[in-house]
Structure formats: structure tokens, C-alpha cells
């Protein structure tokens, strides 16, 4: 006799994966066919739920410096340390930012999070251009970053940005070059 097992999965959906469990003789015939379904699922926890459970906070405002805003397409990273959670998004023409988390299953729980603020990446050279085959052989420089993002808010450790998110809706609106003078002045 021979066991064959086939796994059926179904993502994306509430129905529960299926594995049919087919017993053959050596002549191939069907003995039995069995279908384990929701049980093999709760013994396996393979049920993933992707409504938080933790109380939610939801994030948005403005990047400007000076009053002027940032460049198009900056990004602007919230990353809890406690929770290993990180929301991002990426600042519109008008400065606006609004934070999607990264795990829909997570989501954005209340909590201290370190702030970092990021300049857009520049676009790559097209194939085929000089500026493409200078960037392969490594002539070019990387093109400075923008003055509007200060290079000391490019990551968590260096930003010293750190907001505090409370359930529902949370606006932060960030002047880096205020707090780029206050960062430097303590």
C-alpha cells in the first residue's frame, strides 16, 4: 500500500485549508479518501486573524522645514522598539504623511515610537545611458541629501524624534529645522 497526502491551501480567504489523505493499493485502486480540514488547521494554528487586538492609534500630519514642505515622496518611518511594530508612509507635494502599518494583522498600537524622516530615493539611470553605465562601474557619487532633510533625522538611532501614540486618531506635525535646533541645543 501507499499513502499519498496532497495539501491544498486557500490564503487569502477564511475557508480552512484542506489535505486529502488517499490510501492506494500497488494496482493504484482507492481504498479510502479522507478530508482533515478545520481540525488539522486549529492543531497546526494556522488561523491567522488580521483585526488587531491590541488598542489602536492611527497616524498623520505634516513635514515641513522652515515652513516649507519636505520634498515629494520623503518617507516617514515610526517604529516601536517594545513592540517591534513599524508604520510608514510618504509625504505628499503639501508636506502631509499618513502612517500604514506594516503588519495589517499588528497594526499601529498605542506606544512609544522612535520617529525617523527620510529623503526620497533618487530615481535610477535608465539602462542604456552614460548615467547608467557610470553608476555600474561606480564613477558616480551618490547625490547629496536634500538640505529640507537634515542627514541627523535619516535614521532612529541619529533622530532623537520619540512620540508618544495614543488610541484613535494622532496628529504630529514635524519643523525639522526647529528640531534640528533643538536636538543640537541639548
Known amino acids: 500500500m501507499n499513502w499519498q497526502v496532497l495539501f ?54 505634516s513635514v ?14 515610526f517604529y516601536s522598539i517594545d513592540k517591534a511594530v513599524t508604520g510608514a508612509g510618504k509625504v505628499d507635494s503639501l508636506g502631509k504623511y499618513s502612517l500604514t502599518a506594516a503588519q495589517k494583522s499588528v497594526g499601529l498600537p498605542i506606544g512609544r515610537y522612535q520617529v525617523m524622516i527620510r529623503p526620497p530615493e533618487p530615481p535610477a539611470p535608465q539602462p542604456g545611458t552614460p548615467e547608467y553605465q557610470d553608476a555600474m562601474t561606480g564613477k558616480t557619487k551618490p547625490a547629496p541629501p536634500p538640505k529640507e532633510i537634515p542627514v541627523r533625522f535619516h535614521t532612529l538611532q541619529d533622530s532623537k524624534i520619540v512620540r508618544e501614540l495614543k488610541v484613535g486618531p494622532n496628529t504630529f506635525d514635524f519643523d525639522l529645522a526647529k528640531d534640528l535646533a533643538k536636538i543640537e541645543k541639548n
Open 8 to 61: 491544498s491551501f486557500r490564503f487569502g480567504t477564511l475557508k480552512p485549508f484542506e489535505v486529502l489523505v488517499t490510501m492506494t493499493t500497488s494496482c493504484g485502486q482507492s481504498q479510502s479518501t479522507f478530508w482533515i480540514g478545520l481540525l488539522i488547521l486549529a492543531s497546526f494554528g494556522c488561523a491567522k486573524d488580521d483585526n488587531p487586538t491590541d488598542p489602536q492609534a492611527s497616524v498623520s500630519g
Open 64 to 77: 515641513t522645514y522652515d515652513g516649507s514642505p519636505v520634498p515629494l515622496d520623503s518617507l516617514v518611518v
